[in-house]
């Protein structure tokens, strides 16, 4: 499989414009500029993915997909071709049974042809869907026929499964077996540009984060969908909240937006780097709910160098804001701030909170459905092994 630690990318999909074409070459082609020239590139944002739609509905004489004439006239090749010469990586989109989610052409049967077709192509990461998919074997068979047909192509292309999403109506999905072929994996349903649809994800995961948590890692990850922030549906703090927890599940960073026309608020936020940093924290630990009470939510994430993430959620939605202490001796495990640290606010505010003892507490203000995202830095190094923390998992 390829084996690729994990980068923010960028992805775009939009079925419903059939009449004027705007999802098109041309579309993609003005989002790897601005990529490229508006500091996206520069932060990390080195993908851009096509989604569902790209297909003509029929395959070529030889049984390969081929691209919309009409929305890709010059083919995916051309495409990708610009992409690199922007110091980019393109993306592409298939299913692994008999059509995409959308109708248009599957890849059951197709899985070599497909893969060589890609690599020919110059595609780097491939996100492979699970629609109309006739029995779960066929389901994992396709996954893991597909993720060996495009390590035979010997170009290195990150595969994105929702091989999991598609088995968990009929039984737990066996994550160790979808580690080994998926570099990352949806789990759950998909993300709408709402709060609800932020607070499923994050109870989902939640719920399930005994199970998901500790198989993530450099190589594979979970993908809570894609980032909804610069769009319609999410206030400013609830936009905060989606940067801030995907930071702390070390989630991959998929832009669904348009970057033609964003705020420039949310331009700041999707391209914070500290927050990236701690999305991608190379020692590629996942972070977890630690606490839920009274309406806030504690989550926490194991950094490199004995450090910590911490973010506070107010899920409370009527009333102002709120105050939330929390005692430091309660955070990473009774060692982040042992026998002090240093405590620096990410978000909403940057701003460095100053030294904490052991025995201390830590105050917060916390706008509703908004989150305080923190990083804890210790200011002693205390000897000690990192994996006795965080098997206790
Ligand atoms: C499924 C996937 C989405 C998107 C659509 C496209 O619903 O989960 O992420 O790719 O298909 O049709």
Redesign the pocket.
């Known amino acids: 499989m390829p084996n690729k630690s994990e980068y923010p990318s960028i992805c775009l999909?939009n079925?419903n414009d059939s009449w004027n074409l705007s999802f098109s070459e041309k579309l993609f082609l003005q989002i790897a500029e601005i990529m490229a020239s508006d500091g996206w590139k520069d932060v990390g944002y080195e993908y851009i993915c096509i989604?569902?739609?790209w297909m003509a509905p029929e395959r070529d004489s030889k049984g390969r997909l081929q691209a919309d004439p009409k929305r890709f006239p010059g083919g995916i090749r051309h495409l990708a071709n610009y992409v690199h010469s922007k110091g980019l990586k393109l993306g592409i989109?298939a299913d692994v049974g008999n059509k995409?989610?959308?109708g248009f052409p599957g890849s059951f049967g197709y899985y070599d042809i497909d893969a060589q077709t890609f690599a020919d192509w110059g595609v780097d990461l491939l996100?492979f869907?699970g629609?109309y998919c006739d029995s779960i074997q066929h389901l994992a068979e396709g996954y893991k026929q597909m993720s060996l047909a495009l390590n035979r192509t010997g170009r290195s292309i990150v595969y994105s499964c929702?091989w999991p999403?598609y088995m968990w109506p009929i039984f737990k999905p066996n994550y160790t077996e979808i580690r080994e072929y998926c570099n990352h994996w949806?789990n759950f349903a998909?993300i709408y540009d709402s709060w609800q649809s932020i607070r499923n994800t994050l109870d989902w995961t939640s719920s399930n984060q005994k199970i998901i948590v500790p198989v993530a890692g450099p190589g594979g990850w979970n993908d809570p969908?894609m980032l909804v922030i610069g769009n319609f549906g999410l206030s400013r703090d609830q936009q905060i909240t989606q940067m801030a927890l995907w930071a702390i599940m070390a989630a991959p960073l998929l832009m669904s937006n348009d970057l033609r026309h964003i705020s420039p608020e949310a331009k700041a936020l999707l391209q914070d780097k500290d927050v990236i940093a701690i999305n991608q924290d190379r020692l590629g630990k996942q972070g977890y709910r630690l606490r839920k009470e009274n309406n806030f939510e504690v989550w926490e994430r194991p950094l490199l160098n004995l450090a910590w993430a911490v973010a506070i959620v107010n899920l409370q939605e009527i009333g102002g804001p709120r105050s939330y202490t929390i005692s430091v001796t309660s955070l990473g495990r009774g060692l982040a701030c042992n026998p002090d640290c240093l405590i620096t606010e990410l978000l909403p505010e940057k701003r460095k909170l100053g030294f904490y003892e052991w025995t201390s507490s830590l105050k917060t203000q916390i706008n509703p459905t908004g989150t305080v995202l923190l990083r804890l830095e210790r200011t002693s190094s205390v000897q000690f092994s990192y994996s006795a923390v965080s098997d206790s998992l």
């Open positions: 999909m079925c989604d569902d739609c989109y995409t989610c959308a996100k869907d629609c929702e999403l949806r998909d969908d």
